[in-house]
């Protein structure tokens, strides 16, 4: 799978059994829906984090493509003032996260951290997280 | 088994033949039109069965080829998947097939699996990662059943001809359709051209007219009449060889539950496989126009063989659900008085580590494709692929830099 | 003259046709043949791997010596057989061995753990359904073999080149015939 801003090859991360691909280069993150699906048996779980995101047609953000299904991807944020912006695949292949995007979403504070996905992104990548927010985790 | 495939070609051939002779009037009436009644026609068919010549033997050649490149398909060995090699031997072994067929896999969650292949000797069976991790044993020896059969009873070469021949008409009539739209009111003038009768003339555009409107339609339904029928007969001389209708029936069940497309998958190539890999949500497909019987009804018929695994059970069967006396199996199969008991198997139970063993095997993919693996310190595994091109890499999670191995060369 | 030459005519495709249709029985008798051989081949795959599933459930059965020792007693009679009907029984003999032996293994998690081992029990299982697939298959060519041989016409050349009826490769008791139920949890 290639990253959908310089089609760099994204490389293909794996903790305690769940894999999410991550792009070396811009240091995105792709979350693949079929992946969760078989991964996290609760799909209440999953739903929870996908359907978390608003969609917003307005948002002039330079579209990317889904790194599957090559069609453009839809720009959806989350939060009251400072919104994060981030893409989703219409045809619900999953989410993709710029740069830092990840934690920013995670540190708002509004999404579940009991979330089973949420919980691992957050040790997944947690080299960015400074350590007294990880506590306050 | 024989007499099937004979009488099967028969049947097949019937219907491929209608498809063909719409083809050849297809081309004769707008060959007509063009080109005048005189020697026009002939040109046109000329035209129609050459184009049709063309990519039926590219197809014949290099059809299953771009078949398993198109759909991201990778030949593996034994040593990626044991059972799944087993599987497949088994059932060459019941079907009294000359050669095992290649195996392919591809890497992803969809449960899906087809063959490919223009012979017995020249055939490869594919199936999805998804499908491995989904399925037990006998339900894997289904599926595998099932796609063998397809190759025995030379299916696929039948559908890929059809399939070309099918896309031929479509693709004749589209660009004819075209042509008169852009070329705005050139139906007057192809008339007045002739040199014959131009009463003659102009009902020989009429009808070609109609013809590049219907023909489309009817070679569809043909094709798919044909299609399905094939699937139905897969899984009847399936069973037959496993003698355990509940295996297919059971695997047929879960892959009816996956609600994944199968992005390798298109529209021309979902007709290969065993369960229509794009599902369209919020519509249901009408029977016509389906390359496959509804899941559910040849999941009816499979639990309704409670007699034998014979032909003569999946036909009584088939009534049965259908309601209808349709003869899906040849007479001349029927009448030979067998006895296929159903073969009693351990129901085995799964309680294998699904996410384990999915990880596991999808792993053993990637390998085969060239990833390199990195595992660093901090327990994160890094998975690379071949084109990667740097020779480090750090580790999101701990920020250590690793050194990327140098990648199996394929 | 040209009475004679129609006669001559219809002489040699006669003879094609006959020609043909002996050409057809041998095709089948060979098939029939090339599946009682896949049989063969299975069962001495069985045999092959009996040694060293015996080499590496030792260490973890000590209990279980007798279960160990019939099943290489069995081995060592299939070997041996040399009639047909010897070598079924014996055969028979084999797999209800290997069918206890399947059943014992359920209580030793340790041994159902150890990959060597499962690797081992997928080859096994696996053999024991090629076996019943290969007697299947033969089954289904002799049933064909012999059809043909009584159907009419080509019962008339059957009779004149000496074609007999093959027979079906039937185990007297169906139990026996059973293959063990390997389960891969």
């Known amino acids: 799978m290639n990253c959908p801003h310089r089609k760099n090859p994204m490389i293909v991360l794996e903790l305690a059994n769940v894999e999410t691909d991550y792009c070396p280069n811009c240091e995105g993150i792709w979350l693949d829906s079929g992946e969760l699906e078989l991964l996290i048996e609760d799909s209440s779980v999953k739903d929870e984090l996908l359907n978390f995101f608003i969609s917003d047609k307005q948002i002039k953000e330079k579209a990317i493509r889904c790194p599957i299904c090559r069609t453009k991807m839809e720009k959806v944020y989350v939060g009251k003032e400072e919104k994060v912006i981030i893409d989703e695949c219409k045809h619900g292949h999953g989410l993709w996260f710029d740069k830092g995007e990840i934690l920013e979403v995670i540190e708002m504070g509004s999404l579940n951290k009991e979330n089973e996905i949420v919980k691992l992104l957050m040790e997944m990548y947690s080299h960015k997280i400074s350590p007294n927010k990880k506590e306050e985790g | 088994m024989w007499e099937l495939i004979q009488s099967n070609k028969r049947k097949s051939l019937i219907l491929f033949l209608a498809m063909g002779i719409i083809l050849l009037l297809l081309g004769y009436f707008i060959g007509g039109m063009f080109l005048g009644t005189n020697g026009g026609g002939e040109l046109g068919v000329f035209f129609a069965l050459l184009i049709w010549a063309v990519v039926s033997l590219v197809s014949y050649f290099a059809g299953s080829s771009i078949m398993l490149s198109v759909s991201r398909a990778k030949e593996v060995t034994k040593e990626v998947h044991p059972q799944l090699f087993n599987i497949v031997e088994e059932m060459k072994i019941a079907s009294a097939l000359p050669k095992i067929p290649k195996i392919f896999i591809i890497n992803e969650e969809a449960p899906n699996a087809f063959a490919t292949g223009r012979s017995p000797e020249n055939c490869a069976v594919t199936v999805t990662a998804g499908l491995l991790s989904r399925l037990n044993r006998d339900e894997l020896q289904g599926v595998i059943a099932h796609e063998m059969s397809h190759i025995k009873n030379r299916d696929i070469l039948y559908m890929t001809f059809a399939g070309v021949m099918l896309g031929t008409i479509v693709i004749v009539s589209e660009v004819f359709l075209r042509g008169l739209w852009f070329g705005g009111g050139s139906l007057n003038r192809y008339k007045n051209r002739s040199s014959g009768g131009g009463s003659g003339q102009a009902v020989i555009a009429i009808a070609a007219l109609v013809l590049a409107i219907l023909a489309p339609i009817l070679a569809r339904l043909l094709y798919f009449a044909i299609s399905r029928k094939r699937e139905y007969l897969a899984d009847a001389s399936g069973v037959r060889l496993t003698r355990y209708p509940e295996g297919l029936a059971s695997a047929l069940e879960k892959l009816a539950d996956n609600r994944l497309d199968l992005r390798a998958a298109n529209k021309a190539t979902a007709g290969m496989y065993i369960v229509n890999p794009l599902k369209k949500k919020g519509m249901k497909l009408s029977d016509l126009t389906s390359t496959h019987p509804p899941i559910s009804e040849r999941v009816r018929i499979l639990r309704n063989m409670s007699q034998g695994a014979g032909y003569m059970d999946y036909q009584n069967a088939y009534m049965k659900v259908k309601h209808k006396t349709e003869r899906l199996i040849p007479n001349s199969v029927l009448d030979s008085n067998e006895k296929v008991t159903i073969r009693d198997t351990s129901v085995s139970k799964e309680t294998i580590d699904k996410k384990n063993y999915r990880r596991n095997l999808g792993d053993l993919v990637m390998n085969v494709n060239g990833y390199s693996f990195v595992h660093c310190v901090c327990g994160l595994t890094l998975k690379i692929p071949p084109t990667y091109k740097k020779s480090e890499i750090k580790c999101p999670r701990c920020g250590r830099i690793n050194k990327v191995p140098p990648r199996n060369k394929l | ?185």
Do not use: C
């Open chain 3, 1 to 185: 003259m040209s009475a004679f030459l129609i006669f001559i005519v219809l002489i040699v495709l006669v003879g094609f046709f006959f020609a043909g249709m002996y050409n057809s029985l041998i095709k089948l008798r060979n098939r029939v043949k090339n599946a009682w051989s896949q049989i063969d081949v299975q069962l001495k795959r069985r045999h092959d791997l009996i040694p060293n599933l015996i080499e590496t459930v030792k260490g973890y059965m000590t209990h279980e010596r007798d279960t160990l020792e019939n099943i290489t007693k069995a081995r060592a009679g299939a070997m041996g057989a040399s009639s047909v009907a010897e070598k079924a029984k014996a055969e028979s003999a084999l797999s209800g061995a290997l069918g206890k032996f399947n059943l014992v293994v359920e209580n030793y998690p340790d041994l159902k753990a150890n990959q060597n081992f499962l690797a081992l029990q997928e080859e096994l299982t696996s053999t024991e359904n090629k076996i019943s697939f290969a007697r299947q298959s033969y089954n289904d060519q002799v049933l064909f073999y012999n059809n043909k041989i009584e159907m009419f016409p080509s019962n008339i050349m059957a009779n004149m080149f000496n074609f007999k009826q093959e027979e079906f490769f039937e185990v007297e008791n169906e139990a026996e015939r059973e293959a063990p139920k390997v389960k891969f949890n």
